[in-house]
T-cell receptor, first 114, second 111 residues
Framework: GQQLNQSPQSMFIQEGEDVSMNCTSS?????WLWYKQDPGEGPVLLIA?????ELTSNGRLTAQFGITRKDSFLNISASIPSDVGIYFC??????????????FGTGTLLAVQP | DVKVTQSSRYLVKRTGEKVFLECVQD?????MFWYRQDPGLGLRLIYF???????EKGDIPEGYSVSREKKERFSLILESASTNQTSMYLC??????????FGQGTRLTVV
């Protein structure tokens, strides 16, 4: 099945640092979603983007919908230990049919050292 | 808040058993999904349903079946559990063309 290319695969940073990760696809998306998954839990939606060029913030998180509609970026400012987890991008590609069958990125594992 | 509830957090089953994983959502969503998550492989779609009694295969349907008799409930069935089906199973629901919300996951071990 199709997957989105997400980078980096993992990041090990110090508390207080800023974090950037991105997601790219060969297909055009109308929606980009960013999720965070804590160990042993289901993914939780962080930010949803619906328009090319859109920049949306949720606290210390900022995400952007790329102009080409084939990529998206997530930034976390001033990281804290509870930011630890796996971050996934996701979206329903154009032509996905009657339902929004979500495709997921491969995930970015974030570790924050106090 | 949207609530997606999976019936079990942890399950241990024997090889060959028939296993039922249940998922209930309380937001009248049309779409429901079952994914499995394995280290290094990300989230892979097993089956999804876009309406009651309607279902479509995802990327890895072999060894699984599903049932959606009511809009709020989507069941995943392992017809004859095998050790390679040991995994984290995630249920999700969504309105059409919008973001999906996940349950807490069921960690299934087949011995």
């Amino acid at each position: 099945g199709q997957q989105l290319n997400q980078s980096p695969q993992s990041m090990f940073i110090q508390e207080g640092e800023d974090v950037s990760m991105n997601c790219t696809s060969s297909s055009i998306f109308n929606t980009w979603l960013w999720y965070k998954q804590d160990p042993g839990e289901g993914p939780v939606l962080l930010i949803a983007l619906y328009k090319a060029g859109e920049l949306t913030s949720n606290g210390r998180l900022t995400a952007q919908f790329g102009i080409t509609r084939k990529d998206s970026f997530l930034n976390i400012s001033a990281s804290i230990p509870s930011d630890v987890g796996i971050y996934f991008c996701a979206g329903p590609p154009l032509g996905g049919g009657a339902t929004n069958k979500l495709i997921f990125g491969t995930g970015t594992l974030l570790a924050v050292q106090p | 808040d949207v609530k997606v509830t999976q019936s079990s957090r942890y399950l241990v089953k024997r090889t060959g058993e028939k296993v039922f994983l249940e998922c209930v959502q309380d937001m009248d969503h049309e779409n429901m999904f079952w994914y499995r998550q394995d280290p290094g492989l990300g989230l892979r779609l097993i089956y999804f349903s876009y309406d009651v009694k309607m279902k479509e295969k995802g990327d890895i349907p072999e060894g699984y079946s599903v049932s959606r008799e009511k809009k709020e409930r989507f069941s995943l069935i392992l017809e004859s559990a095998s050790t390679n089906q040991t995994s984290m199973y995630l249920c999700a629901s969504s309105l059409r063309y919008t973001e999906a919300f996940f349950g807490q996951g069921t960690r299934l071990t087949v011995v």
